[in-house]
Structures are given as structure tokens and as C-alpha cells.
């Protein structure tokens, strides 16, 4: 039997992409500091001071939703360092793999 340069190409790439989408829950670092940020409820910020938002959007299709909205969450946790808050607040999610973040320092 023999293959085609295009089928040998398709042999190789495959299961290479298979194999990068079962990790493309790791590929998202922990940035320093990230592992302080906690997750609140919007009524539980009134007393802190706010630091803005993002919209945070993460490929999905495939992927389970929990692997999704964790990936997302560590995506805004690793933003709040860089905005200098220690809290962040989940918005909407018009669909997934896209949600909104608000970001507040609570703590001194």
C-alpha cells in the first residue's frame, strides 16, 4: 500500500492536534500573586474599590464545560495581578468560552 504525501501529512498532524487539545487546559499559566485572587459574588464587593473589567474568551469547542469556565477563571485571576485587584466577579457569559470579568481590591 502506499500513501500519498497529502495522507502521510494528515497521519502525522492528527494526532498531534488530538493530543494538544487534551492540554489545552495546562497551556494557561499561573501568573505570581494569581494563587491570592479569590472568586466573590457581585453583592460581596460594595466596600471595594474597583479596578475595571475584561471580557475573557478561550477557544472551547470540544472541551467540557467545567475544563472551559476553569481555564477562564485562571485567564482573569492572572489579569487581576496586573491590575493590582485581589478579587474578581464573574459577569455574563453569552456563550461559552466568553465571560466578563469585574475586578476589585478588597484587601490592604
Known amino acids: 500500500m502506499q500513501f500519498s504525501k497529502g495522507m ?9 492536534l488530538v493530543g494538544l487539545n487534551g492540554c489545552a487546559s495546562r497551556i494557561i499559566g499561573v501568573r ?7 472568586l466573590a459574588d457581585a ?6 474599590q ?11 469547542k470540544g472541551r467540557s464545560v467545567e475544563e472551559v469556565e476553569a481555564n477562564m477563571y485562571q ?11 485581589d478579587t474578581v ?3 455574563a457569559s453569552p456563550e461559552l468560552g ?3 470579568f469585574s475586578y476589585y481590591k478588597c484587601r490592604p
Open 32 to 38: 505570581e500573586g494569581a494563587e491570592r485572587v479569590s
Open 8 to 16: 502521510l501529512a494528515v497521519v502525522a498532524i492528527v494526532p498531534l
Open 98 to 100: 466568553k465571560r466578563t
Open 75 to 85: 485567564m482573569a485571576r492572572n489579569e487581576a495581578v496586573d491590575k493590582g485587584a
Open 50 to 60: 474597583s479596578k475595571g473589567g475584561a471580557t475573557i474568551s478561550i477557544f472551547a
Open 89 to 91: 466577579v464573574k459577569g
Open 43 to 48: 453583592n460581596q464587593v460594595a466596600n471595594c
